[in-house]
């Protein structure tokens, strides 16, 4: 029987760790746009200022490039930033520090210096934002060598990705979904825990195919997949990071149902669901029984508000595409 246990609200987990994390480490402190005394644009660092200090709790200037510059410099004086990018679509003036600077580090210096460093971002649409507001870019650093990339999609993974982010010595990229900051009342899931911290979770069983999803279309996959059964029984895996990618939870899924679908917010063309397809059907193509699909946006801006309902994957679109997949 499906477990009805909630996780917290994403952005009340988040904070919660935060905290716990600055009161363990005297090394680690906050840093990004209006984060310590506005608490951040969601609210998500609320009180941290108040708690440990304007010198732990940072408020930089409006300039993403120098939010990871500086970073860079502090991971190199051993102390453990946690950047905050306002929105996805502002990450690009730090792609150049994050690429160049604190992916290579590492080997630059022959394994002296591991960059412990943590870049959260808000990610996502369905909130009506702007542009450069709804943008969802984790295929863009998923392929740079020496950065990890993780994509919560409850407020228990994101505690666990941070926990382990902190001690990676490598650079992290956390994307958050902005719709699930404060969201409640969410689709269940299978309680069983990850195999390690940067395992994929399957968070339903199911044996008529797999679905493999991350980010806030997960609550999307499930509340299909719930609708679907019994006709459907669908099985389904939130990868929870997209660098690295674990195969092994996907491959084991695929050879139980035969099937895969692959659902992600950001665009078609070149994205995680490619990588996965590819990887399956090198790995895992004796146990298909059909092609491997993949559910995502064309490849194109992402829309004004009045328009993005016409370009997020839905539930809708989901089921309908599941069975086709099934006939």
Not at 175 to 202: F, M
Request: glycine fraction near 10%.
């Amino acid at each position: 029987m499906t477990s009805t246990v909630r996780s917290p609200a994403l952005a009340e987990s988040i904070n919660a760790t935060l905290a716990e994390l600055l009161e363990q480490n005297e090394k680690l402190l906050l840093l990004g746009e209006d984060i310590g005394r506005l608490g951040g644009v969601f609210r998500v660092t609320r009180g941290l200022r108040e708690r440990f200090g304007a010198d732990r709790v940072r408020d930089s200037l409006l300039a993403e490039s120098t939010i990871v510059g500086q970073a860079v410099g502090m991971t190199m004086s051993g102390l453990v930033p946690v950047c905050e990018i306002q929105f996805d679509g502002f990450t690009y003036p730090a792609v150049n520090q994050l690429v160049t600077q604190a992916a290579r580090i590492g080997d630059r210096w022959n394994g002296q210096v591991s960059p412990s460093l943590v870049v959260r971002i808000p990610t996502g649409g369905g909130v009506r934002g702007v542009e450069h507001h709804s943008e969802s870019n984790e295929a863009l650093f998923a392929r740079v060598p020496g950065i990890s990339v993780a994509c919560p999609s409850t407020g228990e993974d994101a505690d666990q990705i941070l926990r382990y982010a902190v001690t990676l010595g490598s650079p992290v990229v956390v994307y958050e979904p902005i719709r699930l900051y404060w969201r409640r009342g969410t689709p269940a899931r299978d309680p069983e825990p990850a195999g390690s911290p940067t395992a994929a979770r399957v968070v339903r069983r199911g044996t008529d195919l797999t679905i493999a999803t991350f980010g806030a279309v997960t609550h999307e996959v499930l509340e299909a997949a719930h609708a679907l059964a019994p006709e459907v029984d669908a099985e389904v895996v939130d990868l929870r990071w997209v660098a690295p990618l674990d195969m092994d939870t996907v491959l084991e899924s695929v050879a139980r149902t035969g099937r895969l679908l692959i659902v992600h917010e950001g665009s078609r063309d070149v994205g995680i669901g490619a990588e996965i397809a590819a990887s399956v059907a090198e790995h895992g193509f004796g146990a298909l029984r059909a092609p491997v699909r993949r559910l995502a946006p064309d490849r194109r801006a992402y829309p004004p508000a009045d328009s993005e309902k016409d370009y997020l994957i839905g539930v809708r679109e989901i089921k309908d595409e599941v069975l086709v997949m099934t006939k």
